[in-house]
Nanobody, 123 residues
Framework: QVQLIESGGGSVQAGASLTLSCVASGRTFDGWTMGWFRQGPGKEREFVAAIDESGYIPWYADSAKGRFTISKDNAKNTVYLQMNGLKPEDTADYYC????????????????WGQGTQVTVSP
């Protein structure tokens, strides 16, 4: 059974940077697309970014383009989300997820999920 464990969340001020990490155990990343989603207070879970099995092709939500970078290290079974220029509206629980599908942004396509890491951005 795969287990995804996120880390790297925290409380920061607007404009700061954070890098989230997600480590998988129980299965390698090979052949899997990895994604990041977030759920803010009182909001629906939303797609943030994902990266294909090779780690070379990322795609992003409009809210993340230009500020966030997703990357993947298959050798370490780890996917990262570097977040720069954080804004208060980025405050959310961030979740790592895995799917065998390609170029999908809907959460229904993702089979395995982590427990989340909290990011709080103050003005």
């Amino acid at each position: 059974q795969v287990q995804l464990i996120e880390s790297g969340g925290g409380s920061v001020q607007a404009g700061a940077s954070l890098t989230l990490s997600c480590v998988a155990s129980g299965r390698t990343f090979d052949g899997w697309t990895m994604g990041w989603f977030r759920q803010g207070p009182g909001k629906e879970r939303e797609f943030v970014a994902a990266i294909d099995e090779s780690g070379y092709i990322p795609w992003y939500a409009d809210s993340a383009k230009g500020r966030f970078t997703i990357s993947k290290d298959n050798a370490k079974n780890t996917v990262y989300l570097q977040m720069n220029g954080l804004k208060p509206e980025d405050t959310a629980d961030y979740y790592c997820a895995a799917t065998g599908s390609y170029y999908v942004t809907d959460a229904v396509w993702y089979n395995d999920w982590g427990q989340g890491t909290q990011v709080t951005v103050s003005p």
